[in-house]
């Protein structure tokens, strides 16, 4: 499969912005579907957003919709995930996964997706 690699965590303060970028080594993620998750300290993974790269469908989890924006930039091959009004509960590490099978009734189940970058931190200082 091929890698997946997350980058534009950092430290910020409440109510900043990030942009965390998913790209992909050696495959276009054309026919692919794209997911974020995050996982704080002691807790599980959750979902965050999701995009279908052909057809740009998008869904988000209620946590974060009005806040966060997931886009796809084909130039780039990469799946962007803009971050915005952030809050403290918003740290985490954030990971990239994908998937070429998922339906859409498992798009918020981190089991649908089978390749997974390693992650970027973020961290919302209040």
């Known amino acids: 499969q091929a890698q997946l690699v997350e980058s534009g965590g950092g430290l910020v303060q409440a109510g900043d912005s990030l942009r965390l970028s998913c790209a992909t080594s050696?495959?276009?993620?054309?026919?692919?579907?794209v997911g974020w998750f995050r996982q704080a300290p002691g807790k599980e993974r959750e979902f965050v957003a999701t995009?279908?790269?052909?057809?740009?469908?998008?869904y988000y989890a209620d946590s974060v919709k009005g806040r966060f924006v997931i886009s796809r930039d084909g130039a780039q091959n990469s799946v962007t995930l803009q971050m915005n009004s952030l809050k403290p509960e918003d740290t985490a590490t954030y990971y990239c996964?994908?998937?070429?099978?998922?339906?859409?009734?498992?798009?918020?189940?981190?089991?649908?997706?089978?390749?997974w970058g390693q992650g970027t931190q973020v961290t919302v200082s209040s």
């Open positions: 996964a994908s998937s070429q099978t998922i339906i859409t009734s498992n798009l918020q189940s981190a089991r649908g997706y089978g390749n």
């Open positions: 050696g495959r276009s993620f054309s026919g692919y579907t």
């Open positions: 995009i279908r790269w052909n057809s740009r469908y998008t």
